[in-house]
């Protein structure tokens, strides 16, 4: 529910439908409405217009009959039940009873209309519901017409209508209004659709170009885009290139730190490595321990520098492969055999490939330093992430220290060279990108180093691979 709240197709669409469904209901009811009124209005005219030629042609002879001079002009009224009706009654007056039907319409055939017991003022018309031939409802008006000369029993003058002649056209009428409207409803609700879909479209295509920005497939926002988005895109662009700009600067001052640090701690250690004595120790162990941290803080910076930076990506396996190579060369001496279980060509890091280097290839030298001989290496994509798995067949390390091991100059044996520093600085580098690095056990005896990267999607090109070489065969 809370994504629905969220979206902002939805909420147009919504808005847009509700205004439109209101729209439609209030015209649809006031045309329906309108129409009613107007046939109504025009029934009881018609009706009216019936009764007013009855009385014109009607007339009282000498004898106090009644009679029609002419006969009314709607074919209707001679078709036997045909749905309009006249009929003439006598009054009572002076206490005689009342005379039905002393004329009726041929319409009526032998039937008559029962019409309720009232008494109109003279010209006065009542209108009331009754039952018609064959029990049909009727809407009928009556008048009472009085003679005067010769004076005589008023007469009633009665005209009646089948309601069917008013409710079918105006429930035709709903019925066809009824559909036009929901046709016109369809087709707003459909431009609405194709409105909403059209007018945000820039917004998906946007969202996909943040997509490919963020998996390093692009730099920055390619446009155009319309000219209220366009805004947006340029200040997103100004702050990736000032971002860029400021990641780069911080890289180099960096760098510069430590190349200026560096050469004070190198004259420090020549000197100390030309006296002898407990001082000179002292001096050229801190040295190389502020070394160790300069790399490490180093290390550290240029990663997350990097990983703040857009469009950074890499393939893994022409890295993977221009390491082997190195490491081979490296440890020669111990007939070190690395290989490549698996490592599909179309894995991508999202990341620098300096960094990139520089995590596995601690991982890898680290594998040569422990191994027996033989190191496996399988990589693939899991979930949107690169498993790197590298194993050895040395000794291993023990559950309970591996988490030792990770830690800034911890080492697994002194005996062994090396600073304790590169398992520290590969865990460090991983979470920065957003991984993590474990230590597992392994099918061959030794210690697997397992490494979790974020991957990117597959690149079209080699541009990226230029440098890296390919493995010997």
């Known amino acids: 529910m809370s994504d629905a709240r969220g979206s902002l197709r939805l909420r147009l669409l919504l808005g847009t439908l509700v205004w439109i469904l209101g729209s439609i209901g209030v015209t649809g009811w006031l045309l329906n409405s309108l129409f009613s009124q107007h046939l109504t209005r025009q029934f009881h005219a018609e009706l009216q217009t019936h009764l007013n030629q009855l009385a014109a042609n009607l007339e009282f002879a000498a004898d106090g009959q009644v009679v029609l001079n002419h006969p009314l002009s709607d074919p209707r009224l001679v078709r036997p039940y045909s749905g309009l009706y006249w009929q003439v009654d006598r009054v009572g007056d002076g206490g005689q009873p009342p005379t039905i039907a002393v004329l009726r319409s041929r319409s009526l055939w032998d039937q008559v209309l029962a019409v309720p017991d009232d ?62 409207l ?11 659709i194709v409105q909403v879909i059209g007018g945000l479209h820039p917004l998906n295509r946007l969202r996909e170009e943040l997509a490919q920005l963020r998996e390093g497939r692009q730099s920055s926002l390619n446009g155009p885009y319309p000219s209220e988005v366009q805004p947006v895109v340029d200040e997103l662009n100004a702050v990736l290139a000032r971002n ?29 490595a030309a006296e002898h004595g407990p001082l000179a ?21 240029r990663a997350a520098a990097a990983a703040q930076l ?31 279980a698996a490592c599909p060509d179309h894995l991508v890091f999202r990341g620098e490939a300096q960094d990139l280097q520089e995590m596995l290839g601690n991982l890898l030298d680290n594998a040569s ?24 067949d040395g000794p291993g390390i023990a559950a309970d220290q591996r988490s030792e091991l990770l830690q800034r100059g911890q080492r697994g044996d002194e005996q062994v060279p090396g600073s304790g520093l590169g398992l520290a600085i590969v865990d460090d580098l991983a979470r920065l990108y957003g991984g993590r690095l474990e230590l597992l056990d392994t099918p061959l005896g030794g210690l697997r180093a397992r490494i979790w990267l974020p991957a990117g999607r597959e690149m079209e090109a080699d541009e990226d691979t230029a440098g890296y070489g390919r493995p010997p065969p």
């Open 369 to 392: 330093k422990w191994t027996a001989r033989h190191i496996m290496v399988s990589a693939e994509q899991i979930a949107g992430q690169l498993c790197i798995d590298i194993d050895d």
């Open 281 to 301: 120790e002292l001096i050229d162990s801190q040295v190389v321990l502020a070394r160790q941290q300069i790399d490490h803080h180093l290390a550290r910076a």
């Open 244 to 272: 860029a700009e400021f990641v780069e600067r911080a890289r180099t001052q960096a760098g510069n730190l430590a190349h200026a640090v560096k050469t004070p701690l190198s004259v420090m250690a020549n000197a100390a």
């Open 119 to 180: 008494r109109p003022a003279d010209g006065e018309v009542h209108q009331h519901r009754v039952a018609g031939p064959n029990g049909q409802p009727l809407l009928m008006i009556e008048q009472i017409q009085r003679p005067l000369d010769p004076p005589g029993a008023p007469a009633r003058l009665i005209v009646a209508a089948d309601e069917s002649l008013l409710s079918e056209p105006l429930s035709n009428f709903r019925g066809m209004l009824l559909a036009a």
């Open 182 to 192: 929901g046709l016109l409803a369809a087709g707003l609700a459909g431009a609405a």
């Open 310 to 340: 857009a469009g950074q990506h890499c393939r893994l396996r022409p890295a993977l492969d221009g390491l082997l190579r190195v490491m081979q060369r490296l440890h020669t001496e111990r007939d070190v055999r690395i290989a490549v």
